[in-house]
Nanobody
Framework: QVRLAESGGGSVQPGDSLRLHCVAS????????RNWYRQAPGKERELVAE???????FYADFVKGRFTISRDKGENTLSLQMNNLKPEDTAVYYC??????????????WGQGTQVTVSS
């Protein structure tokens, strides 16, 4: 069984930076988190960024040029560097694993989330 745990959230001012981490634990031989989502109050969960098995990143338009996703396979860690934060980035951020890399079977594995609040 694999568990995902996010950390790094906090309360910051507009223009500040945060770095989120997602650590996978358990039997991670075939499962790794590759997606970051967020959910603001009253809104649906939305994809922020993802990184392919080969390391290719994809970003939602609203974070392009500000956020950077990265993955450390050896440490089973997925990170999200967030720069120039805006109030509209306020949300709970979740990491997600959506595929078993060995079997190609779809997954829907989530961490507990970490709160990011951006306000002046």
């Amino acid at each position: 069984q694999v568990r995902l745990a996010e950390s790094g959230g906090g309360s910051v001012q507009p223009g500040d930076s945060l770095r989120l981490h997602c650590v996978a634990s358990g039997d991670t031989r075939c499962i790794s988190a590759r997606n970051w989502y967020r959910q603001a109050p009253g809104k649906e969960r939305e994809l922020v960024a993802e990184i392919s098995e080969g390391g290719r990143p994809f970003y939602a338009d609203f974070v392009k040029g500000r956020f950077t996703i990265s993955r450390d396979k050896g440490e089973n860690t997925l990170s999200l560097q967030m720069n120039n934060l805006k109030p509209e980035d306020t949300a709970v951020y979740y990491c997600n694993a959506d595929k078993n890399d060995c079997s190609a079977r779809a997954l829907d594995l989530w961490g507990q989330g970490t709160q990011v609040t951006v306000s002046s």
